[in-house]
C-alpha cells in the first residue's frame, strides 16, 4: 500500500509511523514545506488519556516523549493582585521541536520517505499515484481547499487576537493572569514546557486590541510590550517569539472527513481553541483512531467511514467545549467584578468539562473555600442555597421547566395534570412552572393546551395549587402566561409536532401576517383594536392565576408565541409604532407585562421568559437579547428565564450540555437581573457548577424531570445531603436512600502469584 501524507506536523508524522510500524511493507511519503527544526509554537500539552494510546501503540515513541515530559498539577488564577490556586489537575507538556524531533526519528527508523522544504503535488496527483492520501495539512489545508465541495468546510472566526511567545524559565503551574489596563482587559495563558521554558500565550478581545495600538507595532515592539504589561508574571524577565504574529483562531468544522483515498485528519478536518489545549491532542488522536480503522475494517472506504464515524462525536464534545471556553474569554469582562474565589472557579469550569464535582475531587480545599465565600452553609450543595425573588423565597435553586402535557380538555387542566405537578412538587424542586397556560382559546397551541380563560379553568387550577401547598410546604408553583399566536391550531406533539389540524381548526393571529411553516395558517395581522382585546385577556388570566393561588408568574415571551413575535426581526414586518427598531418591537410585550404586573399581587415575582437568539441569520441576537432583558427588568421584571430559539422553522440550533447557559450568563453579568438557565441542563453537578460560578441564580430542567419526578431529592441523596434546601415528604422518608442492590463485585483474590 502506498501511502501520501501531506503535512509534517505532529498528526501527519504519528500516522506515518504508526502505520509504517503496522505493515513495514507500506510505502510511505510525508511531504512538509518547512525545514526539520520549523515550528511556529513552544509548547505542547497531552492528556493522560491521550499518552496512555501512544504507549499502548508505540511504546518506542512513549518512552522518548516519557522522558522529555514536564509534569505539574496546579493552576493558578491572578486577578486583582490576587493569586488563587487550584490543585489536582495532571498535565504533561514538551517542547513543539522536541515532539516533531521524535516523530522525525521515529518515521526515519522504520523507513517512512520524509520530505522537508518540499511541497507535496497536487492532490488529484496524489490520489492517482497513491492507495490512500492523508491530509494533515492544517487549518489553512490545500487539500481541504481543492476539494471545498465534497469536504463542505466552515470556517468561523472569533474575537479575540492572540499571539505565541515563549520565557526562559519554567512556571510552577498552569498560570492564568488577567490585566485591567486602560484600553481593556488582557489575559495571559502560561505554562512551563521544559526545565526552564514556558508557553506564553497573550490574548484580548479585537477592540482592545486595536485601541493598545498593537496594530501599529512590529513583532519586537508587542514582543516587548506584552512583556512589560505582566511584568509581575514574568518577574521582570523578557519574552522570546519566533516568527510570532498576532492572529484571530478560526474554528474549523467539515461536513464529511473524506473523499475517495483522501482523508482529512488533525486541523485540516478540525480545530479546538488553544485554551483547553486540544489541537496537538485531537491529532494524535486522529492518528491512532485511523490507524486502528485501517487494521480493523475490510476495505479503505469502510476503514475511512469507520475512522470519521469514531472520532466526529469526540471531536464535535471537544469543539463545543473549546467554544464555551474561547467565548468565556471573549467576554471575560464582564466577569471582573465577580468575588475573587468564584471568578477562579468560573475560569476553572468555563468550558463546562471541569465541573464542581469534578474539582472538587481534584482540590476539596479550593472548592470548599469557593463554596464558603458564595454562602453556602457547612455541607450544603450550592444547589440547596435558598434564592429570594421579591416576597417569595425559594428554598433550593431547582425549577422544573415548563413543559407543554396536551392533555387538558377544553382548557381544564384535569387529575393528570394534578398528578404531574404534584408529583414534581413533592420530588424537591424549589419551584414547579405549569406548562404554557393560554390566555384564550384562540390563544391555545393544540386543542389539549391548558387556560386560565374561564372560571372552571382557574378552579382546578386552584385545586393543584392547594394540593402543592398543603402536600409540599415549601415548594413554589408558578403558572407561565402565553398566547400562541401564528403557532396555533395545531396537532398534539406526539400526532405531529407544529403540523396543522386536519379539521376543527381555528383562526390565528399574529404581529405579522407569516406562518411559521410553508404548509401553516398563515395568521391575519393584529389590529391596534384587537392588541388591546389580547392585553385585557392577559391581565384577566393574571387575575385568575393570582385568585387560584400561584406563587409566582412568568410571562411567554419566547419560542415564536405571540409576544416572541412582535421581538423578532424575523417575524415582526410591522411598519407601525409596534414594529421596526427594536424599542418598537418591545411595545406591545411591555405593555402586557405592564398590565400583569398592575394587578398581580405586588409581593408576588414576575419572570419573563425569552428567546435569547433566534438560531437563524437577521434574527434576534445575544446583544438584542441583552436589551430585551434590559427593557422588562425597568419594568420590574424579578427575573429572566432564558431560553433560545424555536421563533422561526428554519432555525439551526447549536446544541450541546447547558448549550443555552451562556446567554443566561451574559445577561446577568451585563445588568445584573437574576436569570434562570434552561436547556440540556441535565445533572446536579450540571445545577452546581452553573450556580457556583456566578452564571445563573436559578437552574430549570425539563426531561430530567420527566426521567424522574423526584430527580431534586434523589439528587440530595446522592450527594449527601438531608437539610432546609430538600426536605422529605413524611411518608417518603423511609425512601431517602437509595436502595440496596445485589452485589456485583467478586471477591478479590487473596494471593497472586508471578508466572
Given at each position: 500500500?502506498?501511502?501520501?501524507?501531506?503535512g509534517?506536523?505532529?498528526?501527519?508524522?504519528?500516522?506515518?509511523a504508526?502505520?509504517?510500524r503496522?505493515?513495514p511493507?507500506?510505502?510511505?511519503?510525508?511531504w512538509e514545506?518547512?525545514?526539520?527544526?520549523?515550528?511556529f509554537?513552544?509548547?505542547?500539552?497531552l492528556?493522560?488519556?491521550?499518552?496512555?494510546?501512544i504507549e499502548?501503540?508505540?511504546?518506542?515513541?512513549y518512552?522518548?516523549?516519557?522522558?522529555d515530559f514536564v509534569?505539574?498539577?496546579?493552576?493558578?488564577?491572578v486577578?486583582?493582585?490576587?493569586?488563587?490556586?487550584?490543585?489536582?489537575?495532571?498535565?504533561?507538556?514538551?517542547?513543539?521541536?522536541r515532539?516533531l524531533?521524535?516523530?522525525?526519528?521515529r518515521?526515519?527508523d522504520?523507513?517512512?520517505?520524509?520530505?522537508?522544504r518540499?511541497?507535496?503535488?497536487y492532490?488529484?496527483?496524489?490520489?492517482e499515484?497513491?492507495d490512500?492520501?492523508?491530509a494533515a495539512d492544517g487549518?489553512?489545508?490545500?487539500t481541504r481547499g481543492?476539494?471545498?465541495?465534497?469536504?463542505?468546510?466552515?470556517?468561523?472566526?472569533?474575537?479575540?487576537?492572540?499571539?505565541?511567545?515563549?520565557?526562559?524559565?519554567?512556571?510552577?503551574a498552569?498560570?492564568?493572569e488577567?490585566?485591567?489596563?486602560?484600553h481593556?482587559v488582557?489575559?495571559?495563558?502560561?505554562?512551563?514546557?521544559?526545565a526552564?521554558?514556558?508557553?506564553?500565550?497573550?490574548e484580548?478581545?479585537?477592540d482592545?486590541w486595536r485601541?493598545?495600538?498593537?496594530?501599529?507595532?512590529?513583532?519586537?515592539e508587542?514582543?516587548?510590550?506584552c512583556a512589560?504589561?505582566?511584568?509581575?508574571?514574568l518577574?521582570?524577565r523578557p519574552?522570546r517569539?519566533?516568527k510570532?504574529?498576532?492572529t484571530t483562531?478560526?474554528?474549523?468544522?467539515?461536513?464529511h472527513?473524506?473523499?475517495?483515498?483522501?482523508?482529512?485528519l488533525?486541523?485540516?478536518?478540525?480545530?479546538?481553541?488553544?485554551?483547553?489545549?486540544?489541537?496537538?491532542?485531537?491529532?494524535v488522536?486522529?492518528?491512532?483512531?485511523?490507524?486502528a480503522?485501517?487494521?480493523?475494517?475490510p476495505?479503505?472506504?469502510?476503514?475511512?467511514?469507520?475512522?470519521e464515524e469514531?472520532r466526529?462525536?469526540?471531536?464535535?464534545?471537544t469543539?463545543?467545549?473549546?467554544r464555551?471556553s474561547?467565548e468565556?474569554?471573549e467576554?471575560l469582562?464582564l466577569y471582573l467584578?465577580q468575588?475573587?474565589?468564584q471568578?477562579a472557579f468560573?475560569?476553572?469550569t468555563?468550558?463546562?468539562?471541569?465541573t464542581?464535582?469534578?474539582?472538587?475531587?481534584?482540590?476539596?480545599?479550593?472548592t470548599g473555600?469557593v463554596?464558603?465565600?458564595f454562602?453556602?452553609?457547612?455541607?450544603?450543595?450550592?444547589?440547596?442555597t435558598?434564592?429570594?425573588l421579591?416576597g417569595?423565597?425559594?428554598?433550593?435553586?431547582?425549577?422544573?421547566s415548563?413543559?407543554?402535557?396536551y392533555?387538558?380538555?377544553?382548557?381544564?387542566?384535569?387529575d393528570?395534570?394534578?398528578?404531574?405537578?404534584g408529583?414534581?412538587?413533592?420530588?424537591?424542586?424549589?419551584?414547579?412552572?405549569t406548562e404554557m397556560?393560554?390566555?384564550s382559546?384562540e390563544?391555545?397551541i393544540?386543542?389539549?393546551?391548558a387556560g386560565?380563560?374561564?372560571?372552571?379553568?382557574?378552579?382546578?387550577?386552584?385545586?393543584i395549587t392547594?394540593?402543592v401547598?398543603?402536600?409540599?410546604?415549601?415548594?413554589a408553583?408558578?403558572v407561565?402566561?402565553?398566547?400562541?399566536g401564528?403557532?396555533g391550531?395545531?396537532?398534539?406533539m406526539?400526532e405531529?409536532?407544529?403540523?396543522p389540524?386536519p379539521?376543527?381548526n381555528?383562526?390565528?393571529?399574529?404581529?405579522?401576517?407569516?406562518p411559521?411553516?410553508?404548509?401553516?395558517?398563515?395568521?391575519?395581522?393584529?389590529?391596534?383594536?384587537?392588541?388591546?382585546?389580547?392585553r385585557e385577556?392577559f391581565?384577566?388570566?393574571?387575575w385568575?392565576?393570582?385568585?387560584?393561588g400561584?406563587?409566582?408568574?412568568?410571562?411567554?415571551?419566547?419560542?415564536g408565541?405571540?409576544?416572541?413575535?412582535?421581538?423578532?426581526p424575523l417575524?415582526?414586518?410591522r411598519?407601525d409604532a409596534?414594529?421596526?427598531?427594536l424599542?418598537?418591537?418591545?411595545?406591545f410585550?411591555?405593555?402586557?407585562?405592564?398590565?400583569i404586573?398592575?394587578?398581580?399581587?405586588?409581593?408576588?415575582?414576575?419572570?419573563v421568559r425569552?428567546?435569547a437568539?433566534?438560531?437563524?441569520?437577521?434574527?434576534?441576537?445575544?446583544?438584542?437579547?441583552?436589551?430585551?432583558a434590559?427593557?422588562f427588568?425597568?419594568?420590574?421584571a424579578?427575573?429572566?428565564?432564558?431560553?433560545?430559539g424555536?421563533v422561526?422553522?428554519e432555525e439551526?440550533?447549536?446544541f450541546g450540555?447547558?448549550?443555552?447557559?451562556p446567554?443566561?450568563?451574559?445577561?446577568r453579568?451585563t445588568?445584573g437581573?437574576p436569570?434562570?438557565?434552561?436547556?440540556?441542563?441535565?445533572?446536579w453537578d450540571?445545577?452546581n457548577?452553573?450556580?457556583l460560578?456566578?452564571?445563573t441564580d436559578?437552574c430549570a430542567l425539563?426531561?430530567?424531570?420527566?426521567?424522574?419526578p423526584?430527580?431534586?431529592?434523589h439528587a440530595?441523596?446522592?450527594q449527601?445531603?438531608?437539610?432546609?434546601?430538600a426536605?422529605?415528604p413524611?411518608p417518603?422518608?423511609a425512601?431517602s436512600?437509595?436502595?440496596?442492590?445485589?452485589?456485583?463485585?467478586a471477591p478479590?483474590?487473596?494471593?497472586?502469584?508471578g508466572t
Amino acid at each position: 500500500m502506498r501511502i501520501a501524507v501531506v503535512g509534517g506536523g505532529p498528526g501527519g508524522l504519528y500516522a506515518a509511523a504508526l502505520l509504517k510500524r503496522l505493515d513495514p511493507t507500506r510505502e510511505i511519503t510525508v511531504w512538509e514545506r518547512n525545514a526539520p527544526d520549523d515550528t511556529f509554537g513552544f509548547g505542547v500539552v497531552l492528556s493522560d488519556e491521550t499518552l496512555g494510546g501512544i504507549e499502548h501503540a508505540d511504546p518506542v515513541v512513549y518512552e522518548a516523549l516519557r522522558k522529555d515530559f514536564v509534569r505539574w498539577d496546579d493552576i493558578d488564577i491572578v486577578h486583582r493582585g490576587t493569586r488563587h490556586t487550584s490543585g489536582g489537575h495532571g498535565f504533561a507538556a514538551l517542547g513543539r521541536k522536541r515532539l516533531l524531533e521524535i516523530l522525525h526519528n521515529r518515521c526515519r527508523d522504520l523507513g517512512v520517505d520524509l520530505r522537508f522544504r518540499s511541497e507535496a503535488p497536487y492532490p488529484d496527483w496524489l490520489a492517482e499515484t497513491y492507495d490512500l492520501v492523508i491530509a494533515a495539512d492544517g487549518v489553512n489545508s490545500t487539500t481541504r481547499g481543492a476539494y471545498a465541495h465534497v469536504f463542505r468546510p466552515h470556517v468561523a472566526g472569533h474575537h479575540c487576537r492572540y499571539i505565541w511567545l515563549a520565557a526562559d524559565f519554567a512556571f510552577d503551574a498552569f498560570r492564568f493572569e488577567i490585566a485591567e489596563t486602560e484600553h481593556g482587559v488582557m489575559q495571559l495563558h502560561g505554562y512551563p514546557y521544559a526545565a526552564d521554558a514556558s508557553t506564553v500565550i497573550v490574548e484580548m478581545h479585537e477592540d482592545v486590541w486595536r485601541a493598545a495600538g498593537f496594530a501599529e507595532l512590529d513583532e519586537t515592539e508587542s514582543v516587548e510590550r506584552c512583556a512589560k504589561l505582566f511584568a509581575d508574571a514574568l518577574g521582570g524577565r523578557p519574552l522570546r517569539s519566533n516568527k510570532s504574529a498576532w492572529t484571530t483562531f478560526r474554528t474549523v468544522v467539515n461536513a464529511h472527513w473524506s473523499h475517495r483515498n483522501i482523508v482529512l485528519l488533525g486541523d485540516a478536518a478540525h480545530t479546538a481553541h488553544f485554551s483547553i489545549g486540544s489541537g496537538t491532542k485531537l491529532a494524535v488522536e486522529d492518528a491512532l483512531a485511523l490507524a486502528a480503522c485501517l487494521e480493523e475494517q475490510p476495505s479503505l472506504d469502510k476503514a475511512l467511514a469507520a475512522y470519521e464515524e469514531e472520532r466526529r462525536s469526540v471531536v464535535a464534545s471537544t469543539q463545543r467545549a473549546a467554544r464555551a471556553s474561547l467565548e468565556w474569554f471573549e467576554n471575560l469582562a464582564l466577569y471582573l467584578d465577580q468575588p475573587p474565589r468564584q471568578f477562579a472557579f468560573n475560569l476553572l469550569t468555563r468550558s463546562r468539562r471541569v465541573t464542581h464535582d469534578n474539582l472538587r475531587l481534584r482540590d476539596a480545599r479550593f472548592t470548599g473555600a469557593v463554596e464558603s465565600e458564595f454562602g453556602c452553609a457547612p455541607g450544603t450543595p450550592p444547589m440547596f442555597t435558598p434564592f429570594r425573588l421579591r416576597g417569595l423565597t425559594l428554598r433550593n435553586r431547582v425549577v422544573v421547566s415548563p413543559m407543554d402535557m396536551y392533555s387538558a380538555v377544553d382548557g381544564v387542566p384535569g387529575d393528570f395534570h394534578l398528578v404531574h405537578l404534584g408529583a414534581r412538587a413533592l420530588g424537591g424542586a424549589g419551584l414547579v412552572m405549569t406548562e404554557m397556560v393560554c390566555v384564550s382559546a384562540e390563544g391555545r397551541i393544540t386543542p389539549g393546551c391548558a387556560g386560565l380563560y374561564t372560571g372552571r379553568q382557574a378552579e382546578a387550577w386552584k385545586r393543584i395549587t392547594d394540593f402543592v401547598h398543603a402536600q409540599s410546604p415549601g415548594t413554589a408553583i408558578g403558572v407561565q402566561l402565553g398566547h400562541s399566536g401564528r403557532k396555533g391550531s395545531t396537532r398534539l406533539m406526539w400526532e405531529g409536532m407544529d403540523e396543522p389540524l386536519p379539521d376543527g381548526n381555528w383562526p390565528l393571529v399574529a404581529a405579522s401576517p407569516l406562518p411559521y411553516k410553508p404548509d401553516g395558517q398563515t395568521p391575519r395581522e393584529l389590529s391596534r383594536a384587537q392588541l388591546t382585546d389580547i392585553r385585557e385577556q392577559f391581565t384577566a388570566a393574571a387575575w385568575r392565576a393570582a385568585r387560584a393561588g400561584f406563587d409566582l408568574l412568568e410571562l411567554h415571551c419566547a419560542h415564536g408565541y405571540l409576544l416572541s413575535g412582535f421581538l423578532s426581526p424575523l417575524t415582526n414586518r410591522r411598519t407601525d409604532a409596534y414594529g421596526g427598531s427594536l424599542e418598537k418591537r418591545l411595545r406591545f410585550p411591555l405593555e402586557v407585562f405592564d398590565a400583569i404586573r398592575g394587578i398581580w399581587p405586588g409581593e408576588k415575582p414576575m419572570t419573563v421568559r425569552i428567546s435569547a437568539t433566534d438560531w437563524a441569520d437577521g434574527g434576534t441576537t445575544a446583544e438584542d437579547a441583552v436589551e430585551i432583558a434590559r427593557a422588562f427588568a425597568a419594568h420590574g421584571a424579578d427575573a429572566v428565564d432564558v431560553s433560545t430559539g424555536q421563533v422561526v422553522a428554519e432555525e439551526r440550533p447549536e446544541f450541546g450540555r447547558s448549550y443555552q447557559t451562556p446567554y443566561a450568563d451574559r445577561i446577568r453579568h451585563t445588568i445584573g437581573v437574576p436569570v434562570i438557565a434552561v436547556g440540556a441542563i441535565s445533572s446536579w453537578d450540571d445545577v452546581n457548577s452553573l450556580i457556583l460560578a456566578g452564571r445563573t441564580d436559578l437552574c430549570a430542567l425539563a426531561r430530567p424531570h420527566l426521567y424522574d419526578p423526584h430527580w431534586t431529592l434523589h439528587a440530595a441523596a446522592e450527594q449527601g445531603y438531608d437539610g432546609p434546601g430538600a426536605v422529605w415528604p413524611a411518608p417518603y422518608r423511609a425512601g431517602s436512600r437509595r436502595p440496596q442492590t445485589g452485589r456485583t463485585d467478586a471477591p478479590k483474590p487473596r494471593l497472586s502469584l508471578g508466572t
